[in-house]
């Protein structure tokens, strides 16, 4: 085992954030684990709090979790140590990693098509998530983060990476008019997404004033209050190509994209909504509309879903990292997710640094 592969100057424990109840999140120190063959242990530098971490953190149901795992899946960090085999990248190198775990042989991880593997578990859901010192990640889930990128915009990387493959999913061809149902972190970056691509007309749902903002840097060009977005509503008198479903949880908001969309369009559900949504399906085969499904992110040809992230993020870092509204050290990972429920706060999102 060379130097870069070594684990022997490596701490024997490190901080981390750990589930400890429902709204209960403790800090302890745990054992860092060496990475062994396919692995490649990260130096976790930020962590974000995304929705999911939420509907977990104030879950009133029986925790599903593995006891004393903690989470976080959005982070990016540095190489800390490579397992016995593992060719890079060296100690060292900045690195945004995907936290999850696939079988690397199924059908669908052999075209890059991971997020479908039959056996794919996502970190702080059924293994150790990344909102501590360190992570052990899959070693070809590594991608480059460019140089002078901020690290809480690296990790940003994550919920970009979901919004930008949902894009692709539905395939949005520039010049055409695109409304996003929903300002947290994924509707904000498919706007961002949908004005790089070249959208004629941007439209965009925000409940605060801080995601009504941050809609306009990322180039919307009209902002709607989501309580007036009904059949007699401004918005509904435009003919949208895609309307892209970002909310979830109870909102009505299937239906309204069906009601939105333009004839001939598309509506792309990014959103998790918790429990079944009573829809009008005359809509659908009357306008002849389609409904995308996505959720994830390629690791395919031509380019991976994250590689293609990180070169938009790099492009647009000034104007994503405002996106970034809040960031405590890990021993406040309590008074982190309590800001980020707190929408009045001004918060978008949360970040923690180990």
Known sequence: ?????SSHSL???????????????????????????????????AAGICGSDLHAFHSDAPRRHIPGIGPGHELAGEVAALGPGVQGPPVGTRVAAMA???????????????QLCRELRVAGGSYPGGMGEYFLAQDDFLYLVPNGMDWPVAALSEPCAISLHGMKRAQMARGQRV?????GTIGLFAALVAHDAGAAYLGV??????????????GADVVY?????????????????????????????????????????????????????????????????DIVGAWGYDDGSPHPDYDDTLALLDKYHDVVAPLVTHTFPLEQATDAFAASVDKTSGAIKVTVLP
């Open 11 to 45: 701490p024997k424990t490190a901080r981390s954030a750990i589930w400890v109840d429902n709204n209960v999140i403790g800090i302890k120190d745990v054992p860092v684990v060496a990475p062994g063959p396919g692995e490649v242990l990260v130096r976790v530098r």
């Open 179 to 183: 409304l996003v149902l929903g300002a």
């Open 1 to 5: 085992m060379t130097d870069s592969t």
């Open 100 to 114: 999850l775990r696939t079988c690397r042989t199924c059908e669908f991880c052999r075209v890059g098509r991971l």
């Open 225 to 289: 209050d989501p309580s007036n977005v009904g059949p007699d509503s401004d918005a509904a008198g435009e003919r949208w190509d895609l309307v892209v479903e970002t909310v979830g949880g109870s909102a009505p908001t299937l239906q309204q994209g069906i009601d939105l969309a333009n004839r001939g369009g598309k509506v792309l559900l990014l959103g998790i909504h918790q429990g079944p949504q009573p829809i009008t399906t005359t809509g659908i085969w009357l306008k002849e509309l």
């Open 205 to 218: 749902t925000a409940r605060y004033p801080q995601q009504a903002e941050a809609a306009r840097a990322l």
